[in-house]
């Protein structure tokens, strides 16, 4: 897209963290913001911040992970605005963070936001999209996406890698005029090492209930390694940036962006792969 000023965004996940920044930013471009997210009380105050910079900006609680919810935040954004031009899949969920015993409701809680609600994002959003022959989609990845790992979280983000770069082809392909960008994030400093606020009842892993020192001792790790991240606004202006510059791969580390070689050497090389070496914060 070249011009985003008096155009729609939509961002899901928008009370807090890169949502909230991204919301700021395409309002600050010019944009009226249809700002959704799951917290209520966080998601109004959210709402007032954004719309200071002048442009329309409504708020619609949603659950990315309910289908219904999702085709009423679409309704929603067409009665009030009439088309939208920009979508951010961005609402997700760390899981367990502490560790502990697999827990299949916290699997399914998981996929269920982050890979389910961007399927939700796609169903919704893109047939408006494409119908118009101009718009752009973000969906939000992670590194988590590319480096190996074996829970919810990292199965999750693997997924929404996958279809977005078959999105970004099939758009291209079929010449939508539709652009299509994978944000994958490295640490920035949001709230995410604290999602299970939102976490429902049955997927709490009993982990979350007691934690023992070691699992407490993982929590605080992550917390220190996210709360140390990049600020939100940064990764903003690289999201605003690739609408406007059409750019598919949106990283914010390059450092373990580096940390991917190792697999595609060991996939060229045909041998095991090592762990990869990731830089220190
Ligand atoms: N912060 C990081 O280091 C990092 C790194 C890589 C990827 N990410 C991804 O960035 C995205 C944004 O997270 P963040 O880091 O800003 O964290 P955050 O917790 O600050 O913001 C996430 C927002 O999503 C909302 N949310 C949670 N469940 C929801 C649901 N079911 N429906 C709708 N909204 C829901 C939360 O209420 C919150 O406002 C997530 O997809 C996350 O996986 C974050």
Redesign the pocket.
């Known amino acids: 897209m070249k011009e985003l000023s008096g155009k729609t965004a939509v961002v899901?996940?928008?009370?807090?963290?890169?949502?909230l920044a991204f919301a700021d930013r395409f309002a600050r471009a010019g944009m009226n913001v249809v700002m959704?997210?799951?917290?209520a009380p966080?998601l109004d105050e959210a709402v007032a911040g954004v719309a200071a910079h002048g442009t329309r900006v409504i708020g619609q609680v949603?659950?990315?992970?309910d289908g219904d919810a999702m085709d009423e935040l679409g309704a929603r954004t067409i009665d009030e605005f009439g088309a939208v031009h920009v979508v951010c899949n961005?609402?997700?969920?760390?899981g367990n963070v502490r560790g502990g015993e697999l827990n299949v409701a916290e699997w399914k809680w998981v996929l269920d936001?982050?890979l389910w609600?961007v399927i939700h994002g796609h169903r919704v959003f893109l047939p408006l999209l494409v119908e118009q022959g101009e718009g752009h989609i973000i969906n939000?990845?992670?590194?988590?996406g590319h480096l190996p790992g074996h829970g919810a979280?990292s199965a999750s983000?693997w997924a929404v890698v996958g279809i977005t770069q078959g999105l970004f082809h099939q758009m291209q392909g079929e010449q939508t005029g539709v652009g299509v960008s994978c944000l994958c994030?490295?640490?920035?400093?949001?709230?995410?090492h604290?999602?299970d606020r939102?976490c429902p009842e049955e997927a709490a892993p009993p982990a979350l209930v007691e934690p023992s020192a070691e699992e407490e001792m993982r929590f605080n790790f992550l917390a220190d390694m996210?709360t140390s991240?990049r600020p939100?606004a940064e990764v903003a202006d690289m999201v605003h940036d690739a609408v406007l510059n059409d750019t598919f791969w949106i990283f914010t580390d390059l450092g373990m962006v580096q940390a991917l070689k190792e697999k595609h050497d060991s996939i060229m090389e045909n041998r095991n792969p090592q762990f990869p070496a990731l830089p220190q914060q």
């Not at 899901?12 to 949502?19: E, I, L, Q, Y």
């Not at 959704?36 to 917290?39: A, G, H, K, L, T």
């Not at 949603?62 to 992970?65: F, G, K, M, P, S």
């Not at 961005?90 to 760390?94: D, E, S, Y």
């Open positions: 899901t996940g928008a009370a807090s963290g890169m949502g959704s997210d799951i917290e966080r949603t659950n990315v992970a961005n609402a997700g969920v760390a936001v982050n609600g939000t990845a992670s590194m988590a979280y983000k994030p490295g640490f920035v400093s949001t709230e995410i604290n999602s939102n996210v991240g939100p």
